[in-house]
């Protein structure tokens, strides 16, 4: 006590400031980094939950990068990134600037459009499971049989069956994304377009060198936010194909998917961690990349 009354106001403050952030940084170290450090270690061991650890150096990584379902997951991840991160930005861009111009019952379209980001992933994924289903079942079929239409195999094909699990995984982002997008747009000074209005400027031209350049910030964050969920993608996956989790014949399983199966299904915790630490890699780097290209643009 004596120490601290001795203490100039500033150094008081300091005192004070990292008092209020022990906690936090006490759940970080407890909840974040430590076991984000044991998956390292772990990625070089041998363990199945119940025996000792076994150090077996690279040999989890070398078994990783010679198995052929790795680079079959591998791909399917990237695909869904490739695949979801453009086609959200681009629907949820036009969707927030045409919605920014409507001022009848603005704010329930607004929620309607919150509303499946706020729905459970779970129910969301069974409820889109049972649109796929056959006739009598599905409602898309259902539709297309009405229409004199073939069915389309949405969940059983190896070729429909990725784009119809990122169908709802996009759906569920749009209304995040709509909402960032729209307070990126009234963040844009009016005095610009109302400049460009009197120049005369074009519709196209005030969209591409006055909005999108400053939606720039926004873009930023959206690129990245997405691409880790994307690269993340679990949820939509796990429960759209429950009788076979990632089917068929693992074209839609992703990295996390994979990381489960291992993990919980197969017990083996030293191959798990080094599926997880190649995913780790993977999001640092693809965030890297991305706003390192999106900076020099």
């Known amino acids: 006590m004596r120490f601290y009354k001795n203490l100039s106001i500033p150094q008081k403050q300091i005192v004070w400031a990292w008092a209020f ?15 984000t450090a044991n998956a390292f270690v772990l990625s070089f061991q041998e363990w199945n939950l119940l025996g000792d650890r076994k150090f077996v150096g690279l040999e989890n990584y070398a078994k990783l990068f010679s198995d052929p379902v790795f680079w079959k997951v591998f791909k ?3 695909m869904y990134l490739i695949l979801g991160t453009p086609i959200s930005l681009v629907l949820s861009f036009i969707i927030a600037y045409h919605l ?3 001022r009848f019952m603005h704010g329930t379209i607004r929620a309607l459009y919150f509303l499946p980001f706020m729905t459970s992933a779970v129910a969301m994924a069974w409820v889109w499971r049972w649109f796929y289903q056959p006739v009598p079942i599905g409602v ?20 429909n069956a990725l784009p119809s699990v990122l169908a709802p995984a996009v759906w ?22 109302e400049a460009a209005r009197i120049d005369g400027v074009s519709t196209w031209t005030v969209l591409t060198e006055i909005t999108i350049p400053l939606l720039k910030p ?15 993608i679990f949820d939509q996956v796990f429960n759209m194909t429950t009788n ?15 990381i489960y199966d291992t993990a919980f299904n197969g017990f083996n915790m030293g191959y798990a961690a080094a599926q997880t ?12 990349i991305q706003l390192r290209l999106l900076k020099d643009s």
């Open 218 to 232: 926004t873009i930023v964050f959206l690129v990245v936010f997405s691409s880790i969920g994307f690269l993340r």
């Open 100 to 102: 920014d111009k409507v």
């Open 140 to 159: 898309f079929n259902n539709f297309l049989a009405s229409l004199g239409f073939a069915q389309i195999e949405f969940l059983s094909s190896t070729t």
């Open 172 to 193: 569920a982002g749009l209304g995040f994304q709509v909402i960032i997008f729209m307070a990126g747009l009234r963040a844009i000074p009016q005095s610009y377009y």
């Open 21 to 35: 952030l022990a906690l936090p940084v006490l759940f970080y170290v407890v909840i974040r980094f430590y076991p």
């Open 277 to 288: 630490v190649v995913l780790f890699t993977i999001l640092l780097v693809v965030s890297l």
């Open 244 to 258: 076979n989790p990632g089917g068929p014949l693992n074209s839609t399983k992703p990295l996390v998917l994979l």
């Open 76 to 78: 399917n991840t990237f």
